[in-house]
C-alpha cells in the first residue's frame, strides 16, 4: 500500500490549495480515505474523510465551508481543496487509508507521506 500527497506549498491568508494523494497497491474503490493534519508538538488530526461507497463526506468543524474532499476512482486519487486558508491551517497534512478494519487514523492503517502547508503573509 502506497499513499502519496502532494501539493502543498506557502500560501497567503485567504489563498486557496488543492492537495492531491496518489494511491496504489490495494482496492481504491472499495475504502475510504482520510486527510489528516500535524504540527510540531501536536497529535494529528483528522481534517476530513469520504467514504468509498456513496462518497459521503466528513470535516472537522475547523474546516467546513472551507475544505472540499472529493476522489476520482478512476485515477485512484482523492483531493482536498482548500479555500480561505487561515495560518491556523498551517501543518504537514497526510492521507490514509485503512484495509484492515481498524479505523481511519490507526496505527495498523497507512500513511503517506506528507505535504507541507504553510499559510503566512
Known amino acids: 500500500v502506497q499513499l502519496q500527497a502532494s501539493g502543498g506549498g506557502l500560501v497567503q491568508p485567504g489563498g486557496s490549495l488543492r492537495l492531491s494523494c496518489a494511491t496504489s497497491?490495494?482496492?481504491?474503490?472499495?475504502?475510504?480515505i482520510g486527510w489528516f493534519r500535524q504540527t510540531p508538538g501536536k497529535e494529528r488530526e483528522g481534517v476530513s474523510c469520504i467514504s468509498s461507497s456513496d462518497g459521503s463526506t466528513r470535516y472537522a468543524d475547523s474546516v467546513k465551508g472551507r475544505f472540499t474532499i472529493s476522489r476520482d476512482n478512476a485515477k485512484n486519487a482523492v483531493y482536498l481543496r482548500m479555500k480561505s486558508l487561515k495560518p491556523e491551517d498551517t501543518a504537514v497534512y497526510y492521507c490514509n487509508v485503512d484495509t484492515r478494519g481498524a479505523g481511519l487514523g490507526t496505527s495498523e492503517s497507512y500513511w503517506g507521506s506528507g505535504t507541507q502547508v504553510t499559510v503566512s503573509s
Open positions: 497497491g490495494f482496492s481504491f474503490n472499495y475504502h475510504a
